[in-house]
């Protein structure tokens, strides 16, 4: 049973296009993070969410955290071949680990 | 920049045999973990630890031991490697046990049991 879906699990587009990653749960977690992971490397933290309806931005990258904590979304705006990698969520409910999403692995063509 | 290393990071290794991944961190972090990705099924927890000679299981630690004898060091031991237990092994650190913030991994043990 996995407790944090991704979806879609796969998505190639175009560079300049947008996308939004969506990552389900029916469990409540008091944290949630997006991770990206390249070939052959360790994922590496992009953010932490903590707070029910919580917005984070970085560069194009928006994540946000739904209001009760169940769900998350990460949309890239005008997406380039560098964002190329596989997304992970991953989010804390029993404190001491954390719960790894399936990931969406993202392909931007130039 | 690295502060924390897999070694080694390729190995082969026939069933039967013992297999002992190591982690080392330069973090001084108390949490330690170790994680198996493979495909279709994300990473999922295998053992982790909370503090010098303090671990717990995860998910999917069956035929997985480890070891905390330093802060700095966390083993991971398969007993008698199965092909099922081929995968890519990560550790991973975070100085505290809540998701504030967050972990860093290392770069990764591709284990191949043929």
């Known amino acids: 049973t996995q407790l944090l879906e991704q979806s879609p699990q796969f998505l190639s587009i175009q560079e300049g296009e947008n996308l939004t990653v969506y990552c389900n749960s029916s469990s409540v977690f008091s944290s949630l993070q997006w991770y990206r992971q390249e070939p052959g490397e360790g994922p590496v933290l992009l953010v932490t969410?903590?707070?029910?309806?919580e917005v984070k931005k970085l560069k194009r990258l928006t994540f946000q955290f739904g209001d009760a904590r169940k769900d998350s979304s990460l949309h890239i705006t005008a997406a380039q071949p560098g964002d190329t990698g596989l997304y992970l969520c991953?989010?804390?409910?029993?404190?001491?680990?954390?719960?790894f999403g399936t990931g969406t692995s993202l392909t931007v063509i130039p | 920049d690295a502060g924390i290393t897999q070694s080694p990071r390729h190995k082969v290794t026939e069933t039967g045999t013992p297999v002992t991944l190591r982690c080392h961190q330069t973090?001084?972090?108390?949490?330690m973990y170790w994680y198996r990705q493979d495909p279709g099924h994300g990473l999922r927890l295998i053992h982790y630890?909370?503090?010098?000679?303090?671990?717990d299981k995860g998910e999917v630690s069956d035929g997985y031991s480890v070891s905390r004898s330093k802060t700095e060091d966390f083993l991971l031991t398969l007993e008698s490697a199965t092909s099922s237990q081929t995968s890519v092994y990560f550790c991973a650190i975070t100085p505290s046990g809540t998701g504030v913030y967050g972990y860093t991994f290392g770069s990764g043990t591709r284990l191949t049991v043929v």
């Open positions: 973090e001084n972090h108390r949490y």
């Open positions: 969410v903590v707070t029910g309806g």
């Open positions: 630890s909370y503090g010098v000679k303090d671990t």
């Open positions: 991953a989010g804390d409910n029993t404190g001491n680990q954390f719960y």
